[in-house]
């Protein structure tokens, strides 16, 4: 079994953040102990973008829950209606707070584990997947610059043989990742997409340009949020030509 979704949620961030807690890595402020996310349908009323039905971009539909130490421990994740489960996410840590250990699960039943090394700077430096039989299914490998940000991610077959893409990243002053190459593999043959990205002040990702050089096509999403007391964004509203997500949180902190 391929585990296609999980790979939508690996989050772009420097490796180098991997030091840091999942709330730092995540940009959440304050002592979260959950945050659920559900995507819904965008619909423009007089002038204002408002929360409309189910969408089927389910991706988005998460409940993750934090340790007080700020890493995740659990992440659940839904179907469109955002209430009906469809598989949950278990992780474990050692003691420098370096995950090793991630559980999936569906149906109550253990599908795959992923299981992660690091070097002596705490840089993720492999990742090995395991179907629940203990069979390899796959193995990604990472490579750093000298400030310690992932600069490349190559996957490999269980055999060792690469697959068919690799993934280059370029950051800014601030650390975040500003441009992500990511090249397909066919008959020898390297075909890019572009993917170039700009933040708000407070670190959100605003915009997200995607360009395909071999078919000219480009796309732009535009993001906006309302945030709550705490700096944490409340309510995401993706713009893509006239295509419109409403994104919802809910957050809950520590006493």
């Known amino acids: 079994m391929k585990k296609i979704l999980f790979l939508l949620f690996v989050p772009l961030v420097s490796c180098s953040q991997l030091s840091k807690n999942d709330l730092q890595v995540e940009n959440l402020k304050g002592q979260v102990k959950s945050v659920k996310e559900i995507a819904f349908k965008g619909v423009e009323k007089f002038g204002e973008v408002m929360k409309g039905g189910p969408t ?37 840590y050692d003691k420098k707070g370096n995950r090793i250990l991630l559980e999936f699960y569906r149906d109550g039943k253990l599908e795959v584990v992923d299981k992660y090394q690091y070097d002596v700077k705490r840089n993720r430096i492999e990742e090995q997947e395991y179907y629940s039989d203990g069979i390899l299914s796959h193995v990604e490998k990472y490579k750093y610059d000298e400030k310690g940000n992932q600069i ?40 890019t997409t572009l993917y170039k990205y700009k933040y708000d002040s407070k670190g959100n990702k605003i915009e997200e340009q995607t360009n395909d050089p071999q078919t000219g096509g480009h796309s732009t999403i535009v993001s906006q949020y309302k945030y709550d007391s705490k700096g944490n964004w409340i309510i995401k509203i993706e713009r893509q030509d006239r295509d419109l997500l409403y994104i919802e949180r809910k957050i809950e902190y520590y006493e």
């Open 152 to 191: 490349e991610t190559q996957r490999y077959n269980s055999d060792g043989t690469p697959e068919d893409s690799m993934k280059k990243y370029k950051y800014g002053e601030n650390g975040s990742i500003i441009e992500e190459q990511t090249c397909y593999l066919s008959d020898g043959k390297c075909f």
């Open 56 to 92: 089927n971009y389910s991706n988005v539909n998460t409940l993750k829950i934090f340790n007080e130490k700020g890493n995740e421990i659990k992440i659940e994740h839904y179907y469109d209606d955002g209430r009906t489960l469809d598989y949950v996410e278990k992780l474990k």
